[in-house]
């Protein structure tokens, strides 16, 4: 199957720092999907982008499939930012989402 | 107005027993899912349905059998339930099939005792 792999799988950060997470992965996929799991284990949907790049306020993620990567940015960070992050993928034709291993994050102030 | 809601938050039980776990997804998604997420945080399907038809069936032993009376419920039923049955289940939802953002719920923590 599918090789979903995080990095780093650990991130410390200084409140007002910037960040990048990424994910590759080892096959092509149509479907990509980026998660936040806060401290109190809720998994929030932050985007689903299985090509190009889209933003939401301090986050982006952008996706080149050819390359099989994606990456998400965060900027100036804040405490309630910190949790665990994991990206998703389907390849073609498949119809299960597999996670990657995940980024723990914590950001101090 | 919670979008996709799990009851019970905590579940405790004893080895042997049986429980059931309860999802309702109020955003008229037609798809639902069960995820396993372990003691290391890795995130598995377990099962998903699309319509009230099952679609996924992952490699799950057969003493969790999920049912789905209608599209916005899908419930997990466990028998039996073991030591390694510890762990946070979550349902979730998204409208159109696997390739759609996915809803998650609050997750249940069950622990086998």
């Known amino acids: 199957g599918i090789q979903v792999e995080q990095s780093p799988p650990d991130l410390i950060l200084q409140e007002g720092a910037n960040s990048t997470l990424r994910c590759n992965f080892s096959?092509?996929?149509?479907?990509l999907q980026w998660f936040h799991q806060n401290p109190w284990g809720q998994l929030i949907n932050l985007f689903y982008?299985?090509?190009g790049t889209k933003q939401n306020g301090r986050l982006s993620a952008t996706t080149v499939a050819t390359e099989r990567y994606s990456l998400l940015y965060i900027s100036s960070s804040q405490t309630t930012d910190s949790g665990v992050y994991f990206c998703a993928v389907i390849t073609g034709g498949g119809n299960k989402l597999t996670f990657g291993t995940g980024t723990q994050l914590k950001v101090e102030l | 107005d919670t979008a996709v809601s799990q009851t019970p938050k905590y579940l405790v039980t004893q080895m042997g027993n049986d429980k059931s776990i309860k999802c309702e997804q109020n955003l008229g998604h037609d798809t639902m899912y069960w995820y396993k997420q372990d003691s290391k945080k890795f995130l598995k399907i377990m099962f998903s349905y699309n319509n009230k038809e099952l679609i996924i069936n992952e490699t799950v032993p057969n003493r969790f059998s999920p049912k789905s009376p209608d599209k916005a419920h899908l419930n997990l039923h466990i028998n039996s339930l073991e030591l390694g049955d510890s762990a946070v289940y979550f349902c979730a939802s998204s409208q159109g099939g696997v390739n759609s953002p996915l809803h998650f719920g609050n997750g249940t923590r069950l622990t086998v005792t």
């Open positions: 096959d092509s996929v149509n479907n």
């Open positions: 982008i299985p090509s």
